[in-house]
Antibody, heavy 118, light 111 residues
Framework: EVQLVESGGGLVQPGRSLKLSCLASGFTFSNYGMNWIRQAPGKGLEWVASISSSSSYIYYADTVKGRFTISRDNAKNTLYLQMTSLRSEDTALYYC???????????WGQGTLVTVSS | DVVLTQTPVSLSVTLGDQASISCRSSQSLEYSDGYTYLEWYLQKPGQSPQLLIYGVSNRFSGVPDRFIGSGSGTDFTLKISRVEPEDLGVYYCFQATHDLTFGSGTKLEIK
């Protein structure tokens, strides 16, 4: 069974940094592209970043480019999102999701909540 | 940037009836390889989103055949025949042909 478990969320002050993790199990992690998607409270879904299976291809939404860094450790079956210069508008539930060959977000975790506030 | 416009914003349906959701794109979603990267997701109350349809009309594993995706170019539709109680939630279309963007969502309620 595919499982994705996010962690690392919490309350952080504007301008500070936070690193999210997503531990994967139930599949060969190194074979699949991975993604981060977020959802602000009461709002819709927003794609944040994607990384290919070998980290060769990395993409970011314009809203986080230059501030967030997606990475992965295939030996540890873990996906990361390093977030810097956090803003109040980054407050959201952050989900990690696994790709299919032709589908982008086939499996989702339960999310980790990031709250940016002073 | 590609904008996906979903209509209606909300939909109230009687159990057993059909529901239809439209997703219109500001640009054609057919990629240069001929594939159309248009997907549909459902977020049930209090849950993470789940993939329903990829590539316009391909149902993901375990998705009932009551869910039917169709369309081409800029106009796409998700039809749910014989709506059941577990179908309530917010439906999002999503495109990955030009960057990656979600529609704003359609809330399905049961009458």
């Amino acid at each position: 069974e595919v499982q994705l478990v996010e962690s690392g969320g919490g309350l952080v002050q504007p301008g500070r940094s936070l690193k999210l993790s997503c531990l994967a199990s139930g599949f060969t992690f190194s074979n699949y592209g991975m993604n981060w998607i977020r959802q602000a409270p009461g709002k819709g879904l927003e794609w944040v970043a994607s990384i290919s299976s070998s980290s060769s291809y990395i993409y970011y939404a314009d809203t986080v480019k230059g501030r967030f860094t997606i990475s992965r450790d295939n030996a540890k079956n873990t996906l990361y999102l390093q977030m810097t210069s956090l803003r109040s508008e980054d407050t959201a539930l952050y989900y990690c999701a696994r790709r299919l060959p032709r589908g982008w977000f086939a499996y989702w975790g339960q999310g980790t909540l990031v709250t940016v506030s002073s | 940037d590609v904008v996906l416009t979903q209509t209606p914003v909300s939909l109230s349906v009687t159990l057993g009836d059909q529901a239809s959701i439209s997703c219109r794109s500001s640009q054609s979603l057919e990629y240069s390889d001929g594939y159309t990267y248009l997907e549909w997701y459902l977020q049930k109350p209090g849950q993470s989103p789940q993939l329903l349809i990829y590539g316009v009309s391909n149902r993901f594993s375990g998705v009932p055949d009551r869910f039917i995706g169709s369309g081409s170019g800029t106009d796409f539709t998700l039809k749910i025949s014989r709506v059941e109680p577990e179908d309530l939630g917010v439906y999002y279309c999503f495109q990955a042909t030009h960057d990656l963007t979600f529609g704003s969502g359609t809330k399905l309620e049961i009458k």
